[in-house]
């Protein structure tokens, strides 16, 4: 069952800067009591934690996308973001946002996404 939706996703140029967003899907999970993650997956590859944001804000990122990307959530909104910037073409990938309230850490997490593409042209 999927919970979660993302959005924002789309296609740009290196250097470029892109927002995606992640809620729930009809408000099925309260997002603020989980630890959120983001995930990619590239072609031919497998798929890889991008960032992760504990219930207390704390965050920690892949190292490849350190000081590029930043993930957040606003808790009014039930949403999480995953703000990207000084995009390459290899952060092009299927992205996907994840849920889980115990873990928050590693890529088994119990909710998933669907996915949304992003493509970085150089």
């Known amino acids: 069952q999927v919970r979660l939706v993302e959005s924002g996703g789309g296609s740009v140029q290196a250097g470029g800067s892109l927002r995606l967003s992640c809620t729930s899907a009809a408000s099925t999970l309260t997002l603020r009591r989980y630890c959120m993650a983001w995930f990619r997956q590239r072609p031919g590859l497998e798929r890889e934690g991008v960032a992760w944001?504990?219930?207390?804000?704390?965050?920690t990122y892949a190292d490849s996308v350190k000081g590029r990307f930043t993930i957040s959530r606003d808790n009014t909104k039930n949403t999480v973001y995953l703000q990207m910037s000084s995009l390459e073409p290899e952060d092009s990938a299927m992205y996907y946002c994840?849920?889980?309230?115990?873990?928050?850490?590693?890529?088994?997490?119990?909710?998933w996404g669907q996915g949304t593409q992003v493509t970085v042209s150089s």
């Open positions: 994840a849920a889980d309230s115990v873990r928050c850490w590693g890529t088994s997490f119990t909710h």
């Open positions: 944001i504990a219930t207390s804000g704390g965050t």
